[in-house]
């Protein structure tokens, strides 16, 4: 299985961007995914997952109301809606799969992991 994780960039806050994570070796809809961050200096954290079949979704209460995630399945693709950014939301951004059907807030639950996109939001 690999991930790639796109779309990130520098924003202005307020804005908005889309990231992207194009799956390969397995499909998106078979397994839970997830976006997880990580600020200089700062842990890994995690941001929002789905599950396999999209009717449970999970976000951190730092993005809830602003972020959104869904799946393509005839892509193949993950995405992570991010609106109203705000500067600290400037991170690296990871998307994640398990190798389960029910998404996790967990880290350590997570079996395959994307690069990262950097997504940086100026004030």
């Known amino acids: 299985v690999q991930l790639q994780a796109s779309g990130g960039g520098l924003v202005w806050a307020g804005g908005s961007l889309r990231l992207s994570c194009a799956a390969s070796?397995?499909?998106?809809?078979?397994?839970?995914t997830g976006w997880f961050r990580q600020a200089p200096g700062k842990e890994r954290e995690f941001v929002a997952a789905?599950?396999?079949?999209?009717?449970?979704?999970y976000f951190a209460d730092s993005v809830k109301g602003r972020f959104t995630v869904f799946r393509d399945n005839a892509k193949n693709m993950m995405y992570l809606q991010m609106n109203s950014l705000k500067p600290e939301d400037t991170a690296l951004y990871y998307c994640?799969?398990?190798?389960?059907?029910?998404?996790?807030?967990?880290?350590?639950?997570?079996?395959?992991w994307g690069q990262g996109t950097q997504v940086t939001v100026s004030s």
């Open positions: 789905i599950s396999s079949g999209g009717s449970t979704t």
């Open positions: 070796g397995r499909t998106v809809s078979s397994v839970a």
């Open positions: 994640a799969q398990r190798d389960y059907t029910l998404p996790s807030r967990a880290e350590y639950d997570y079996t395959y």
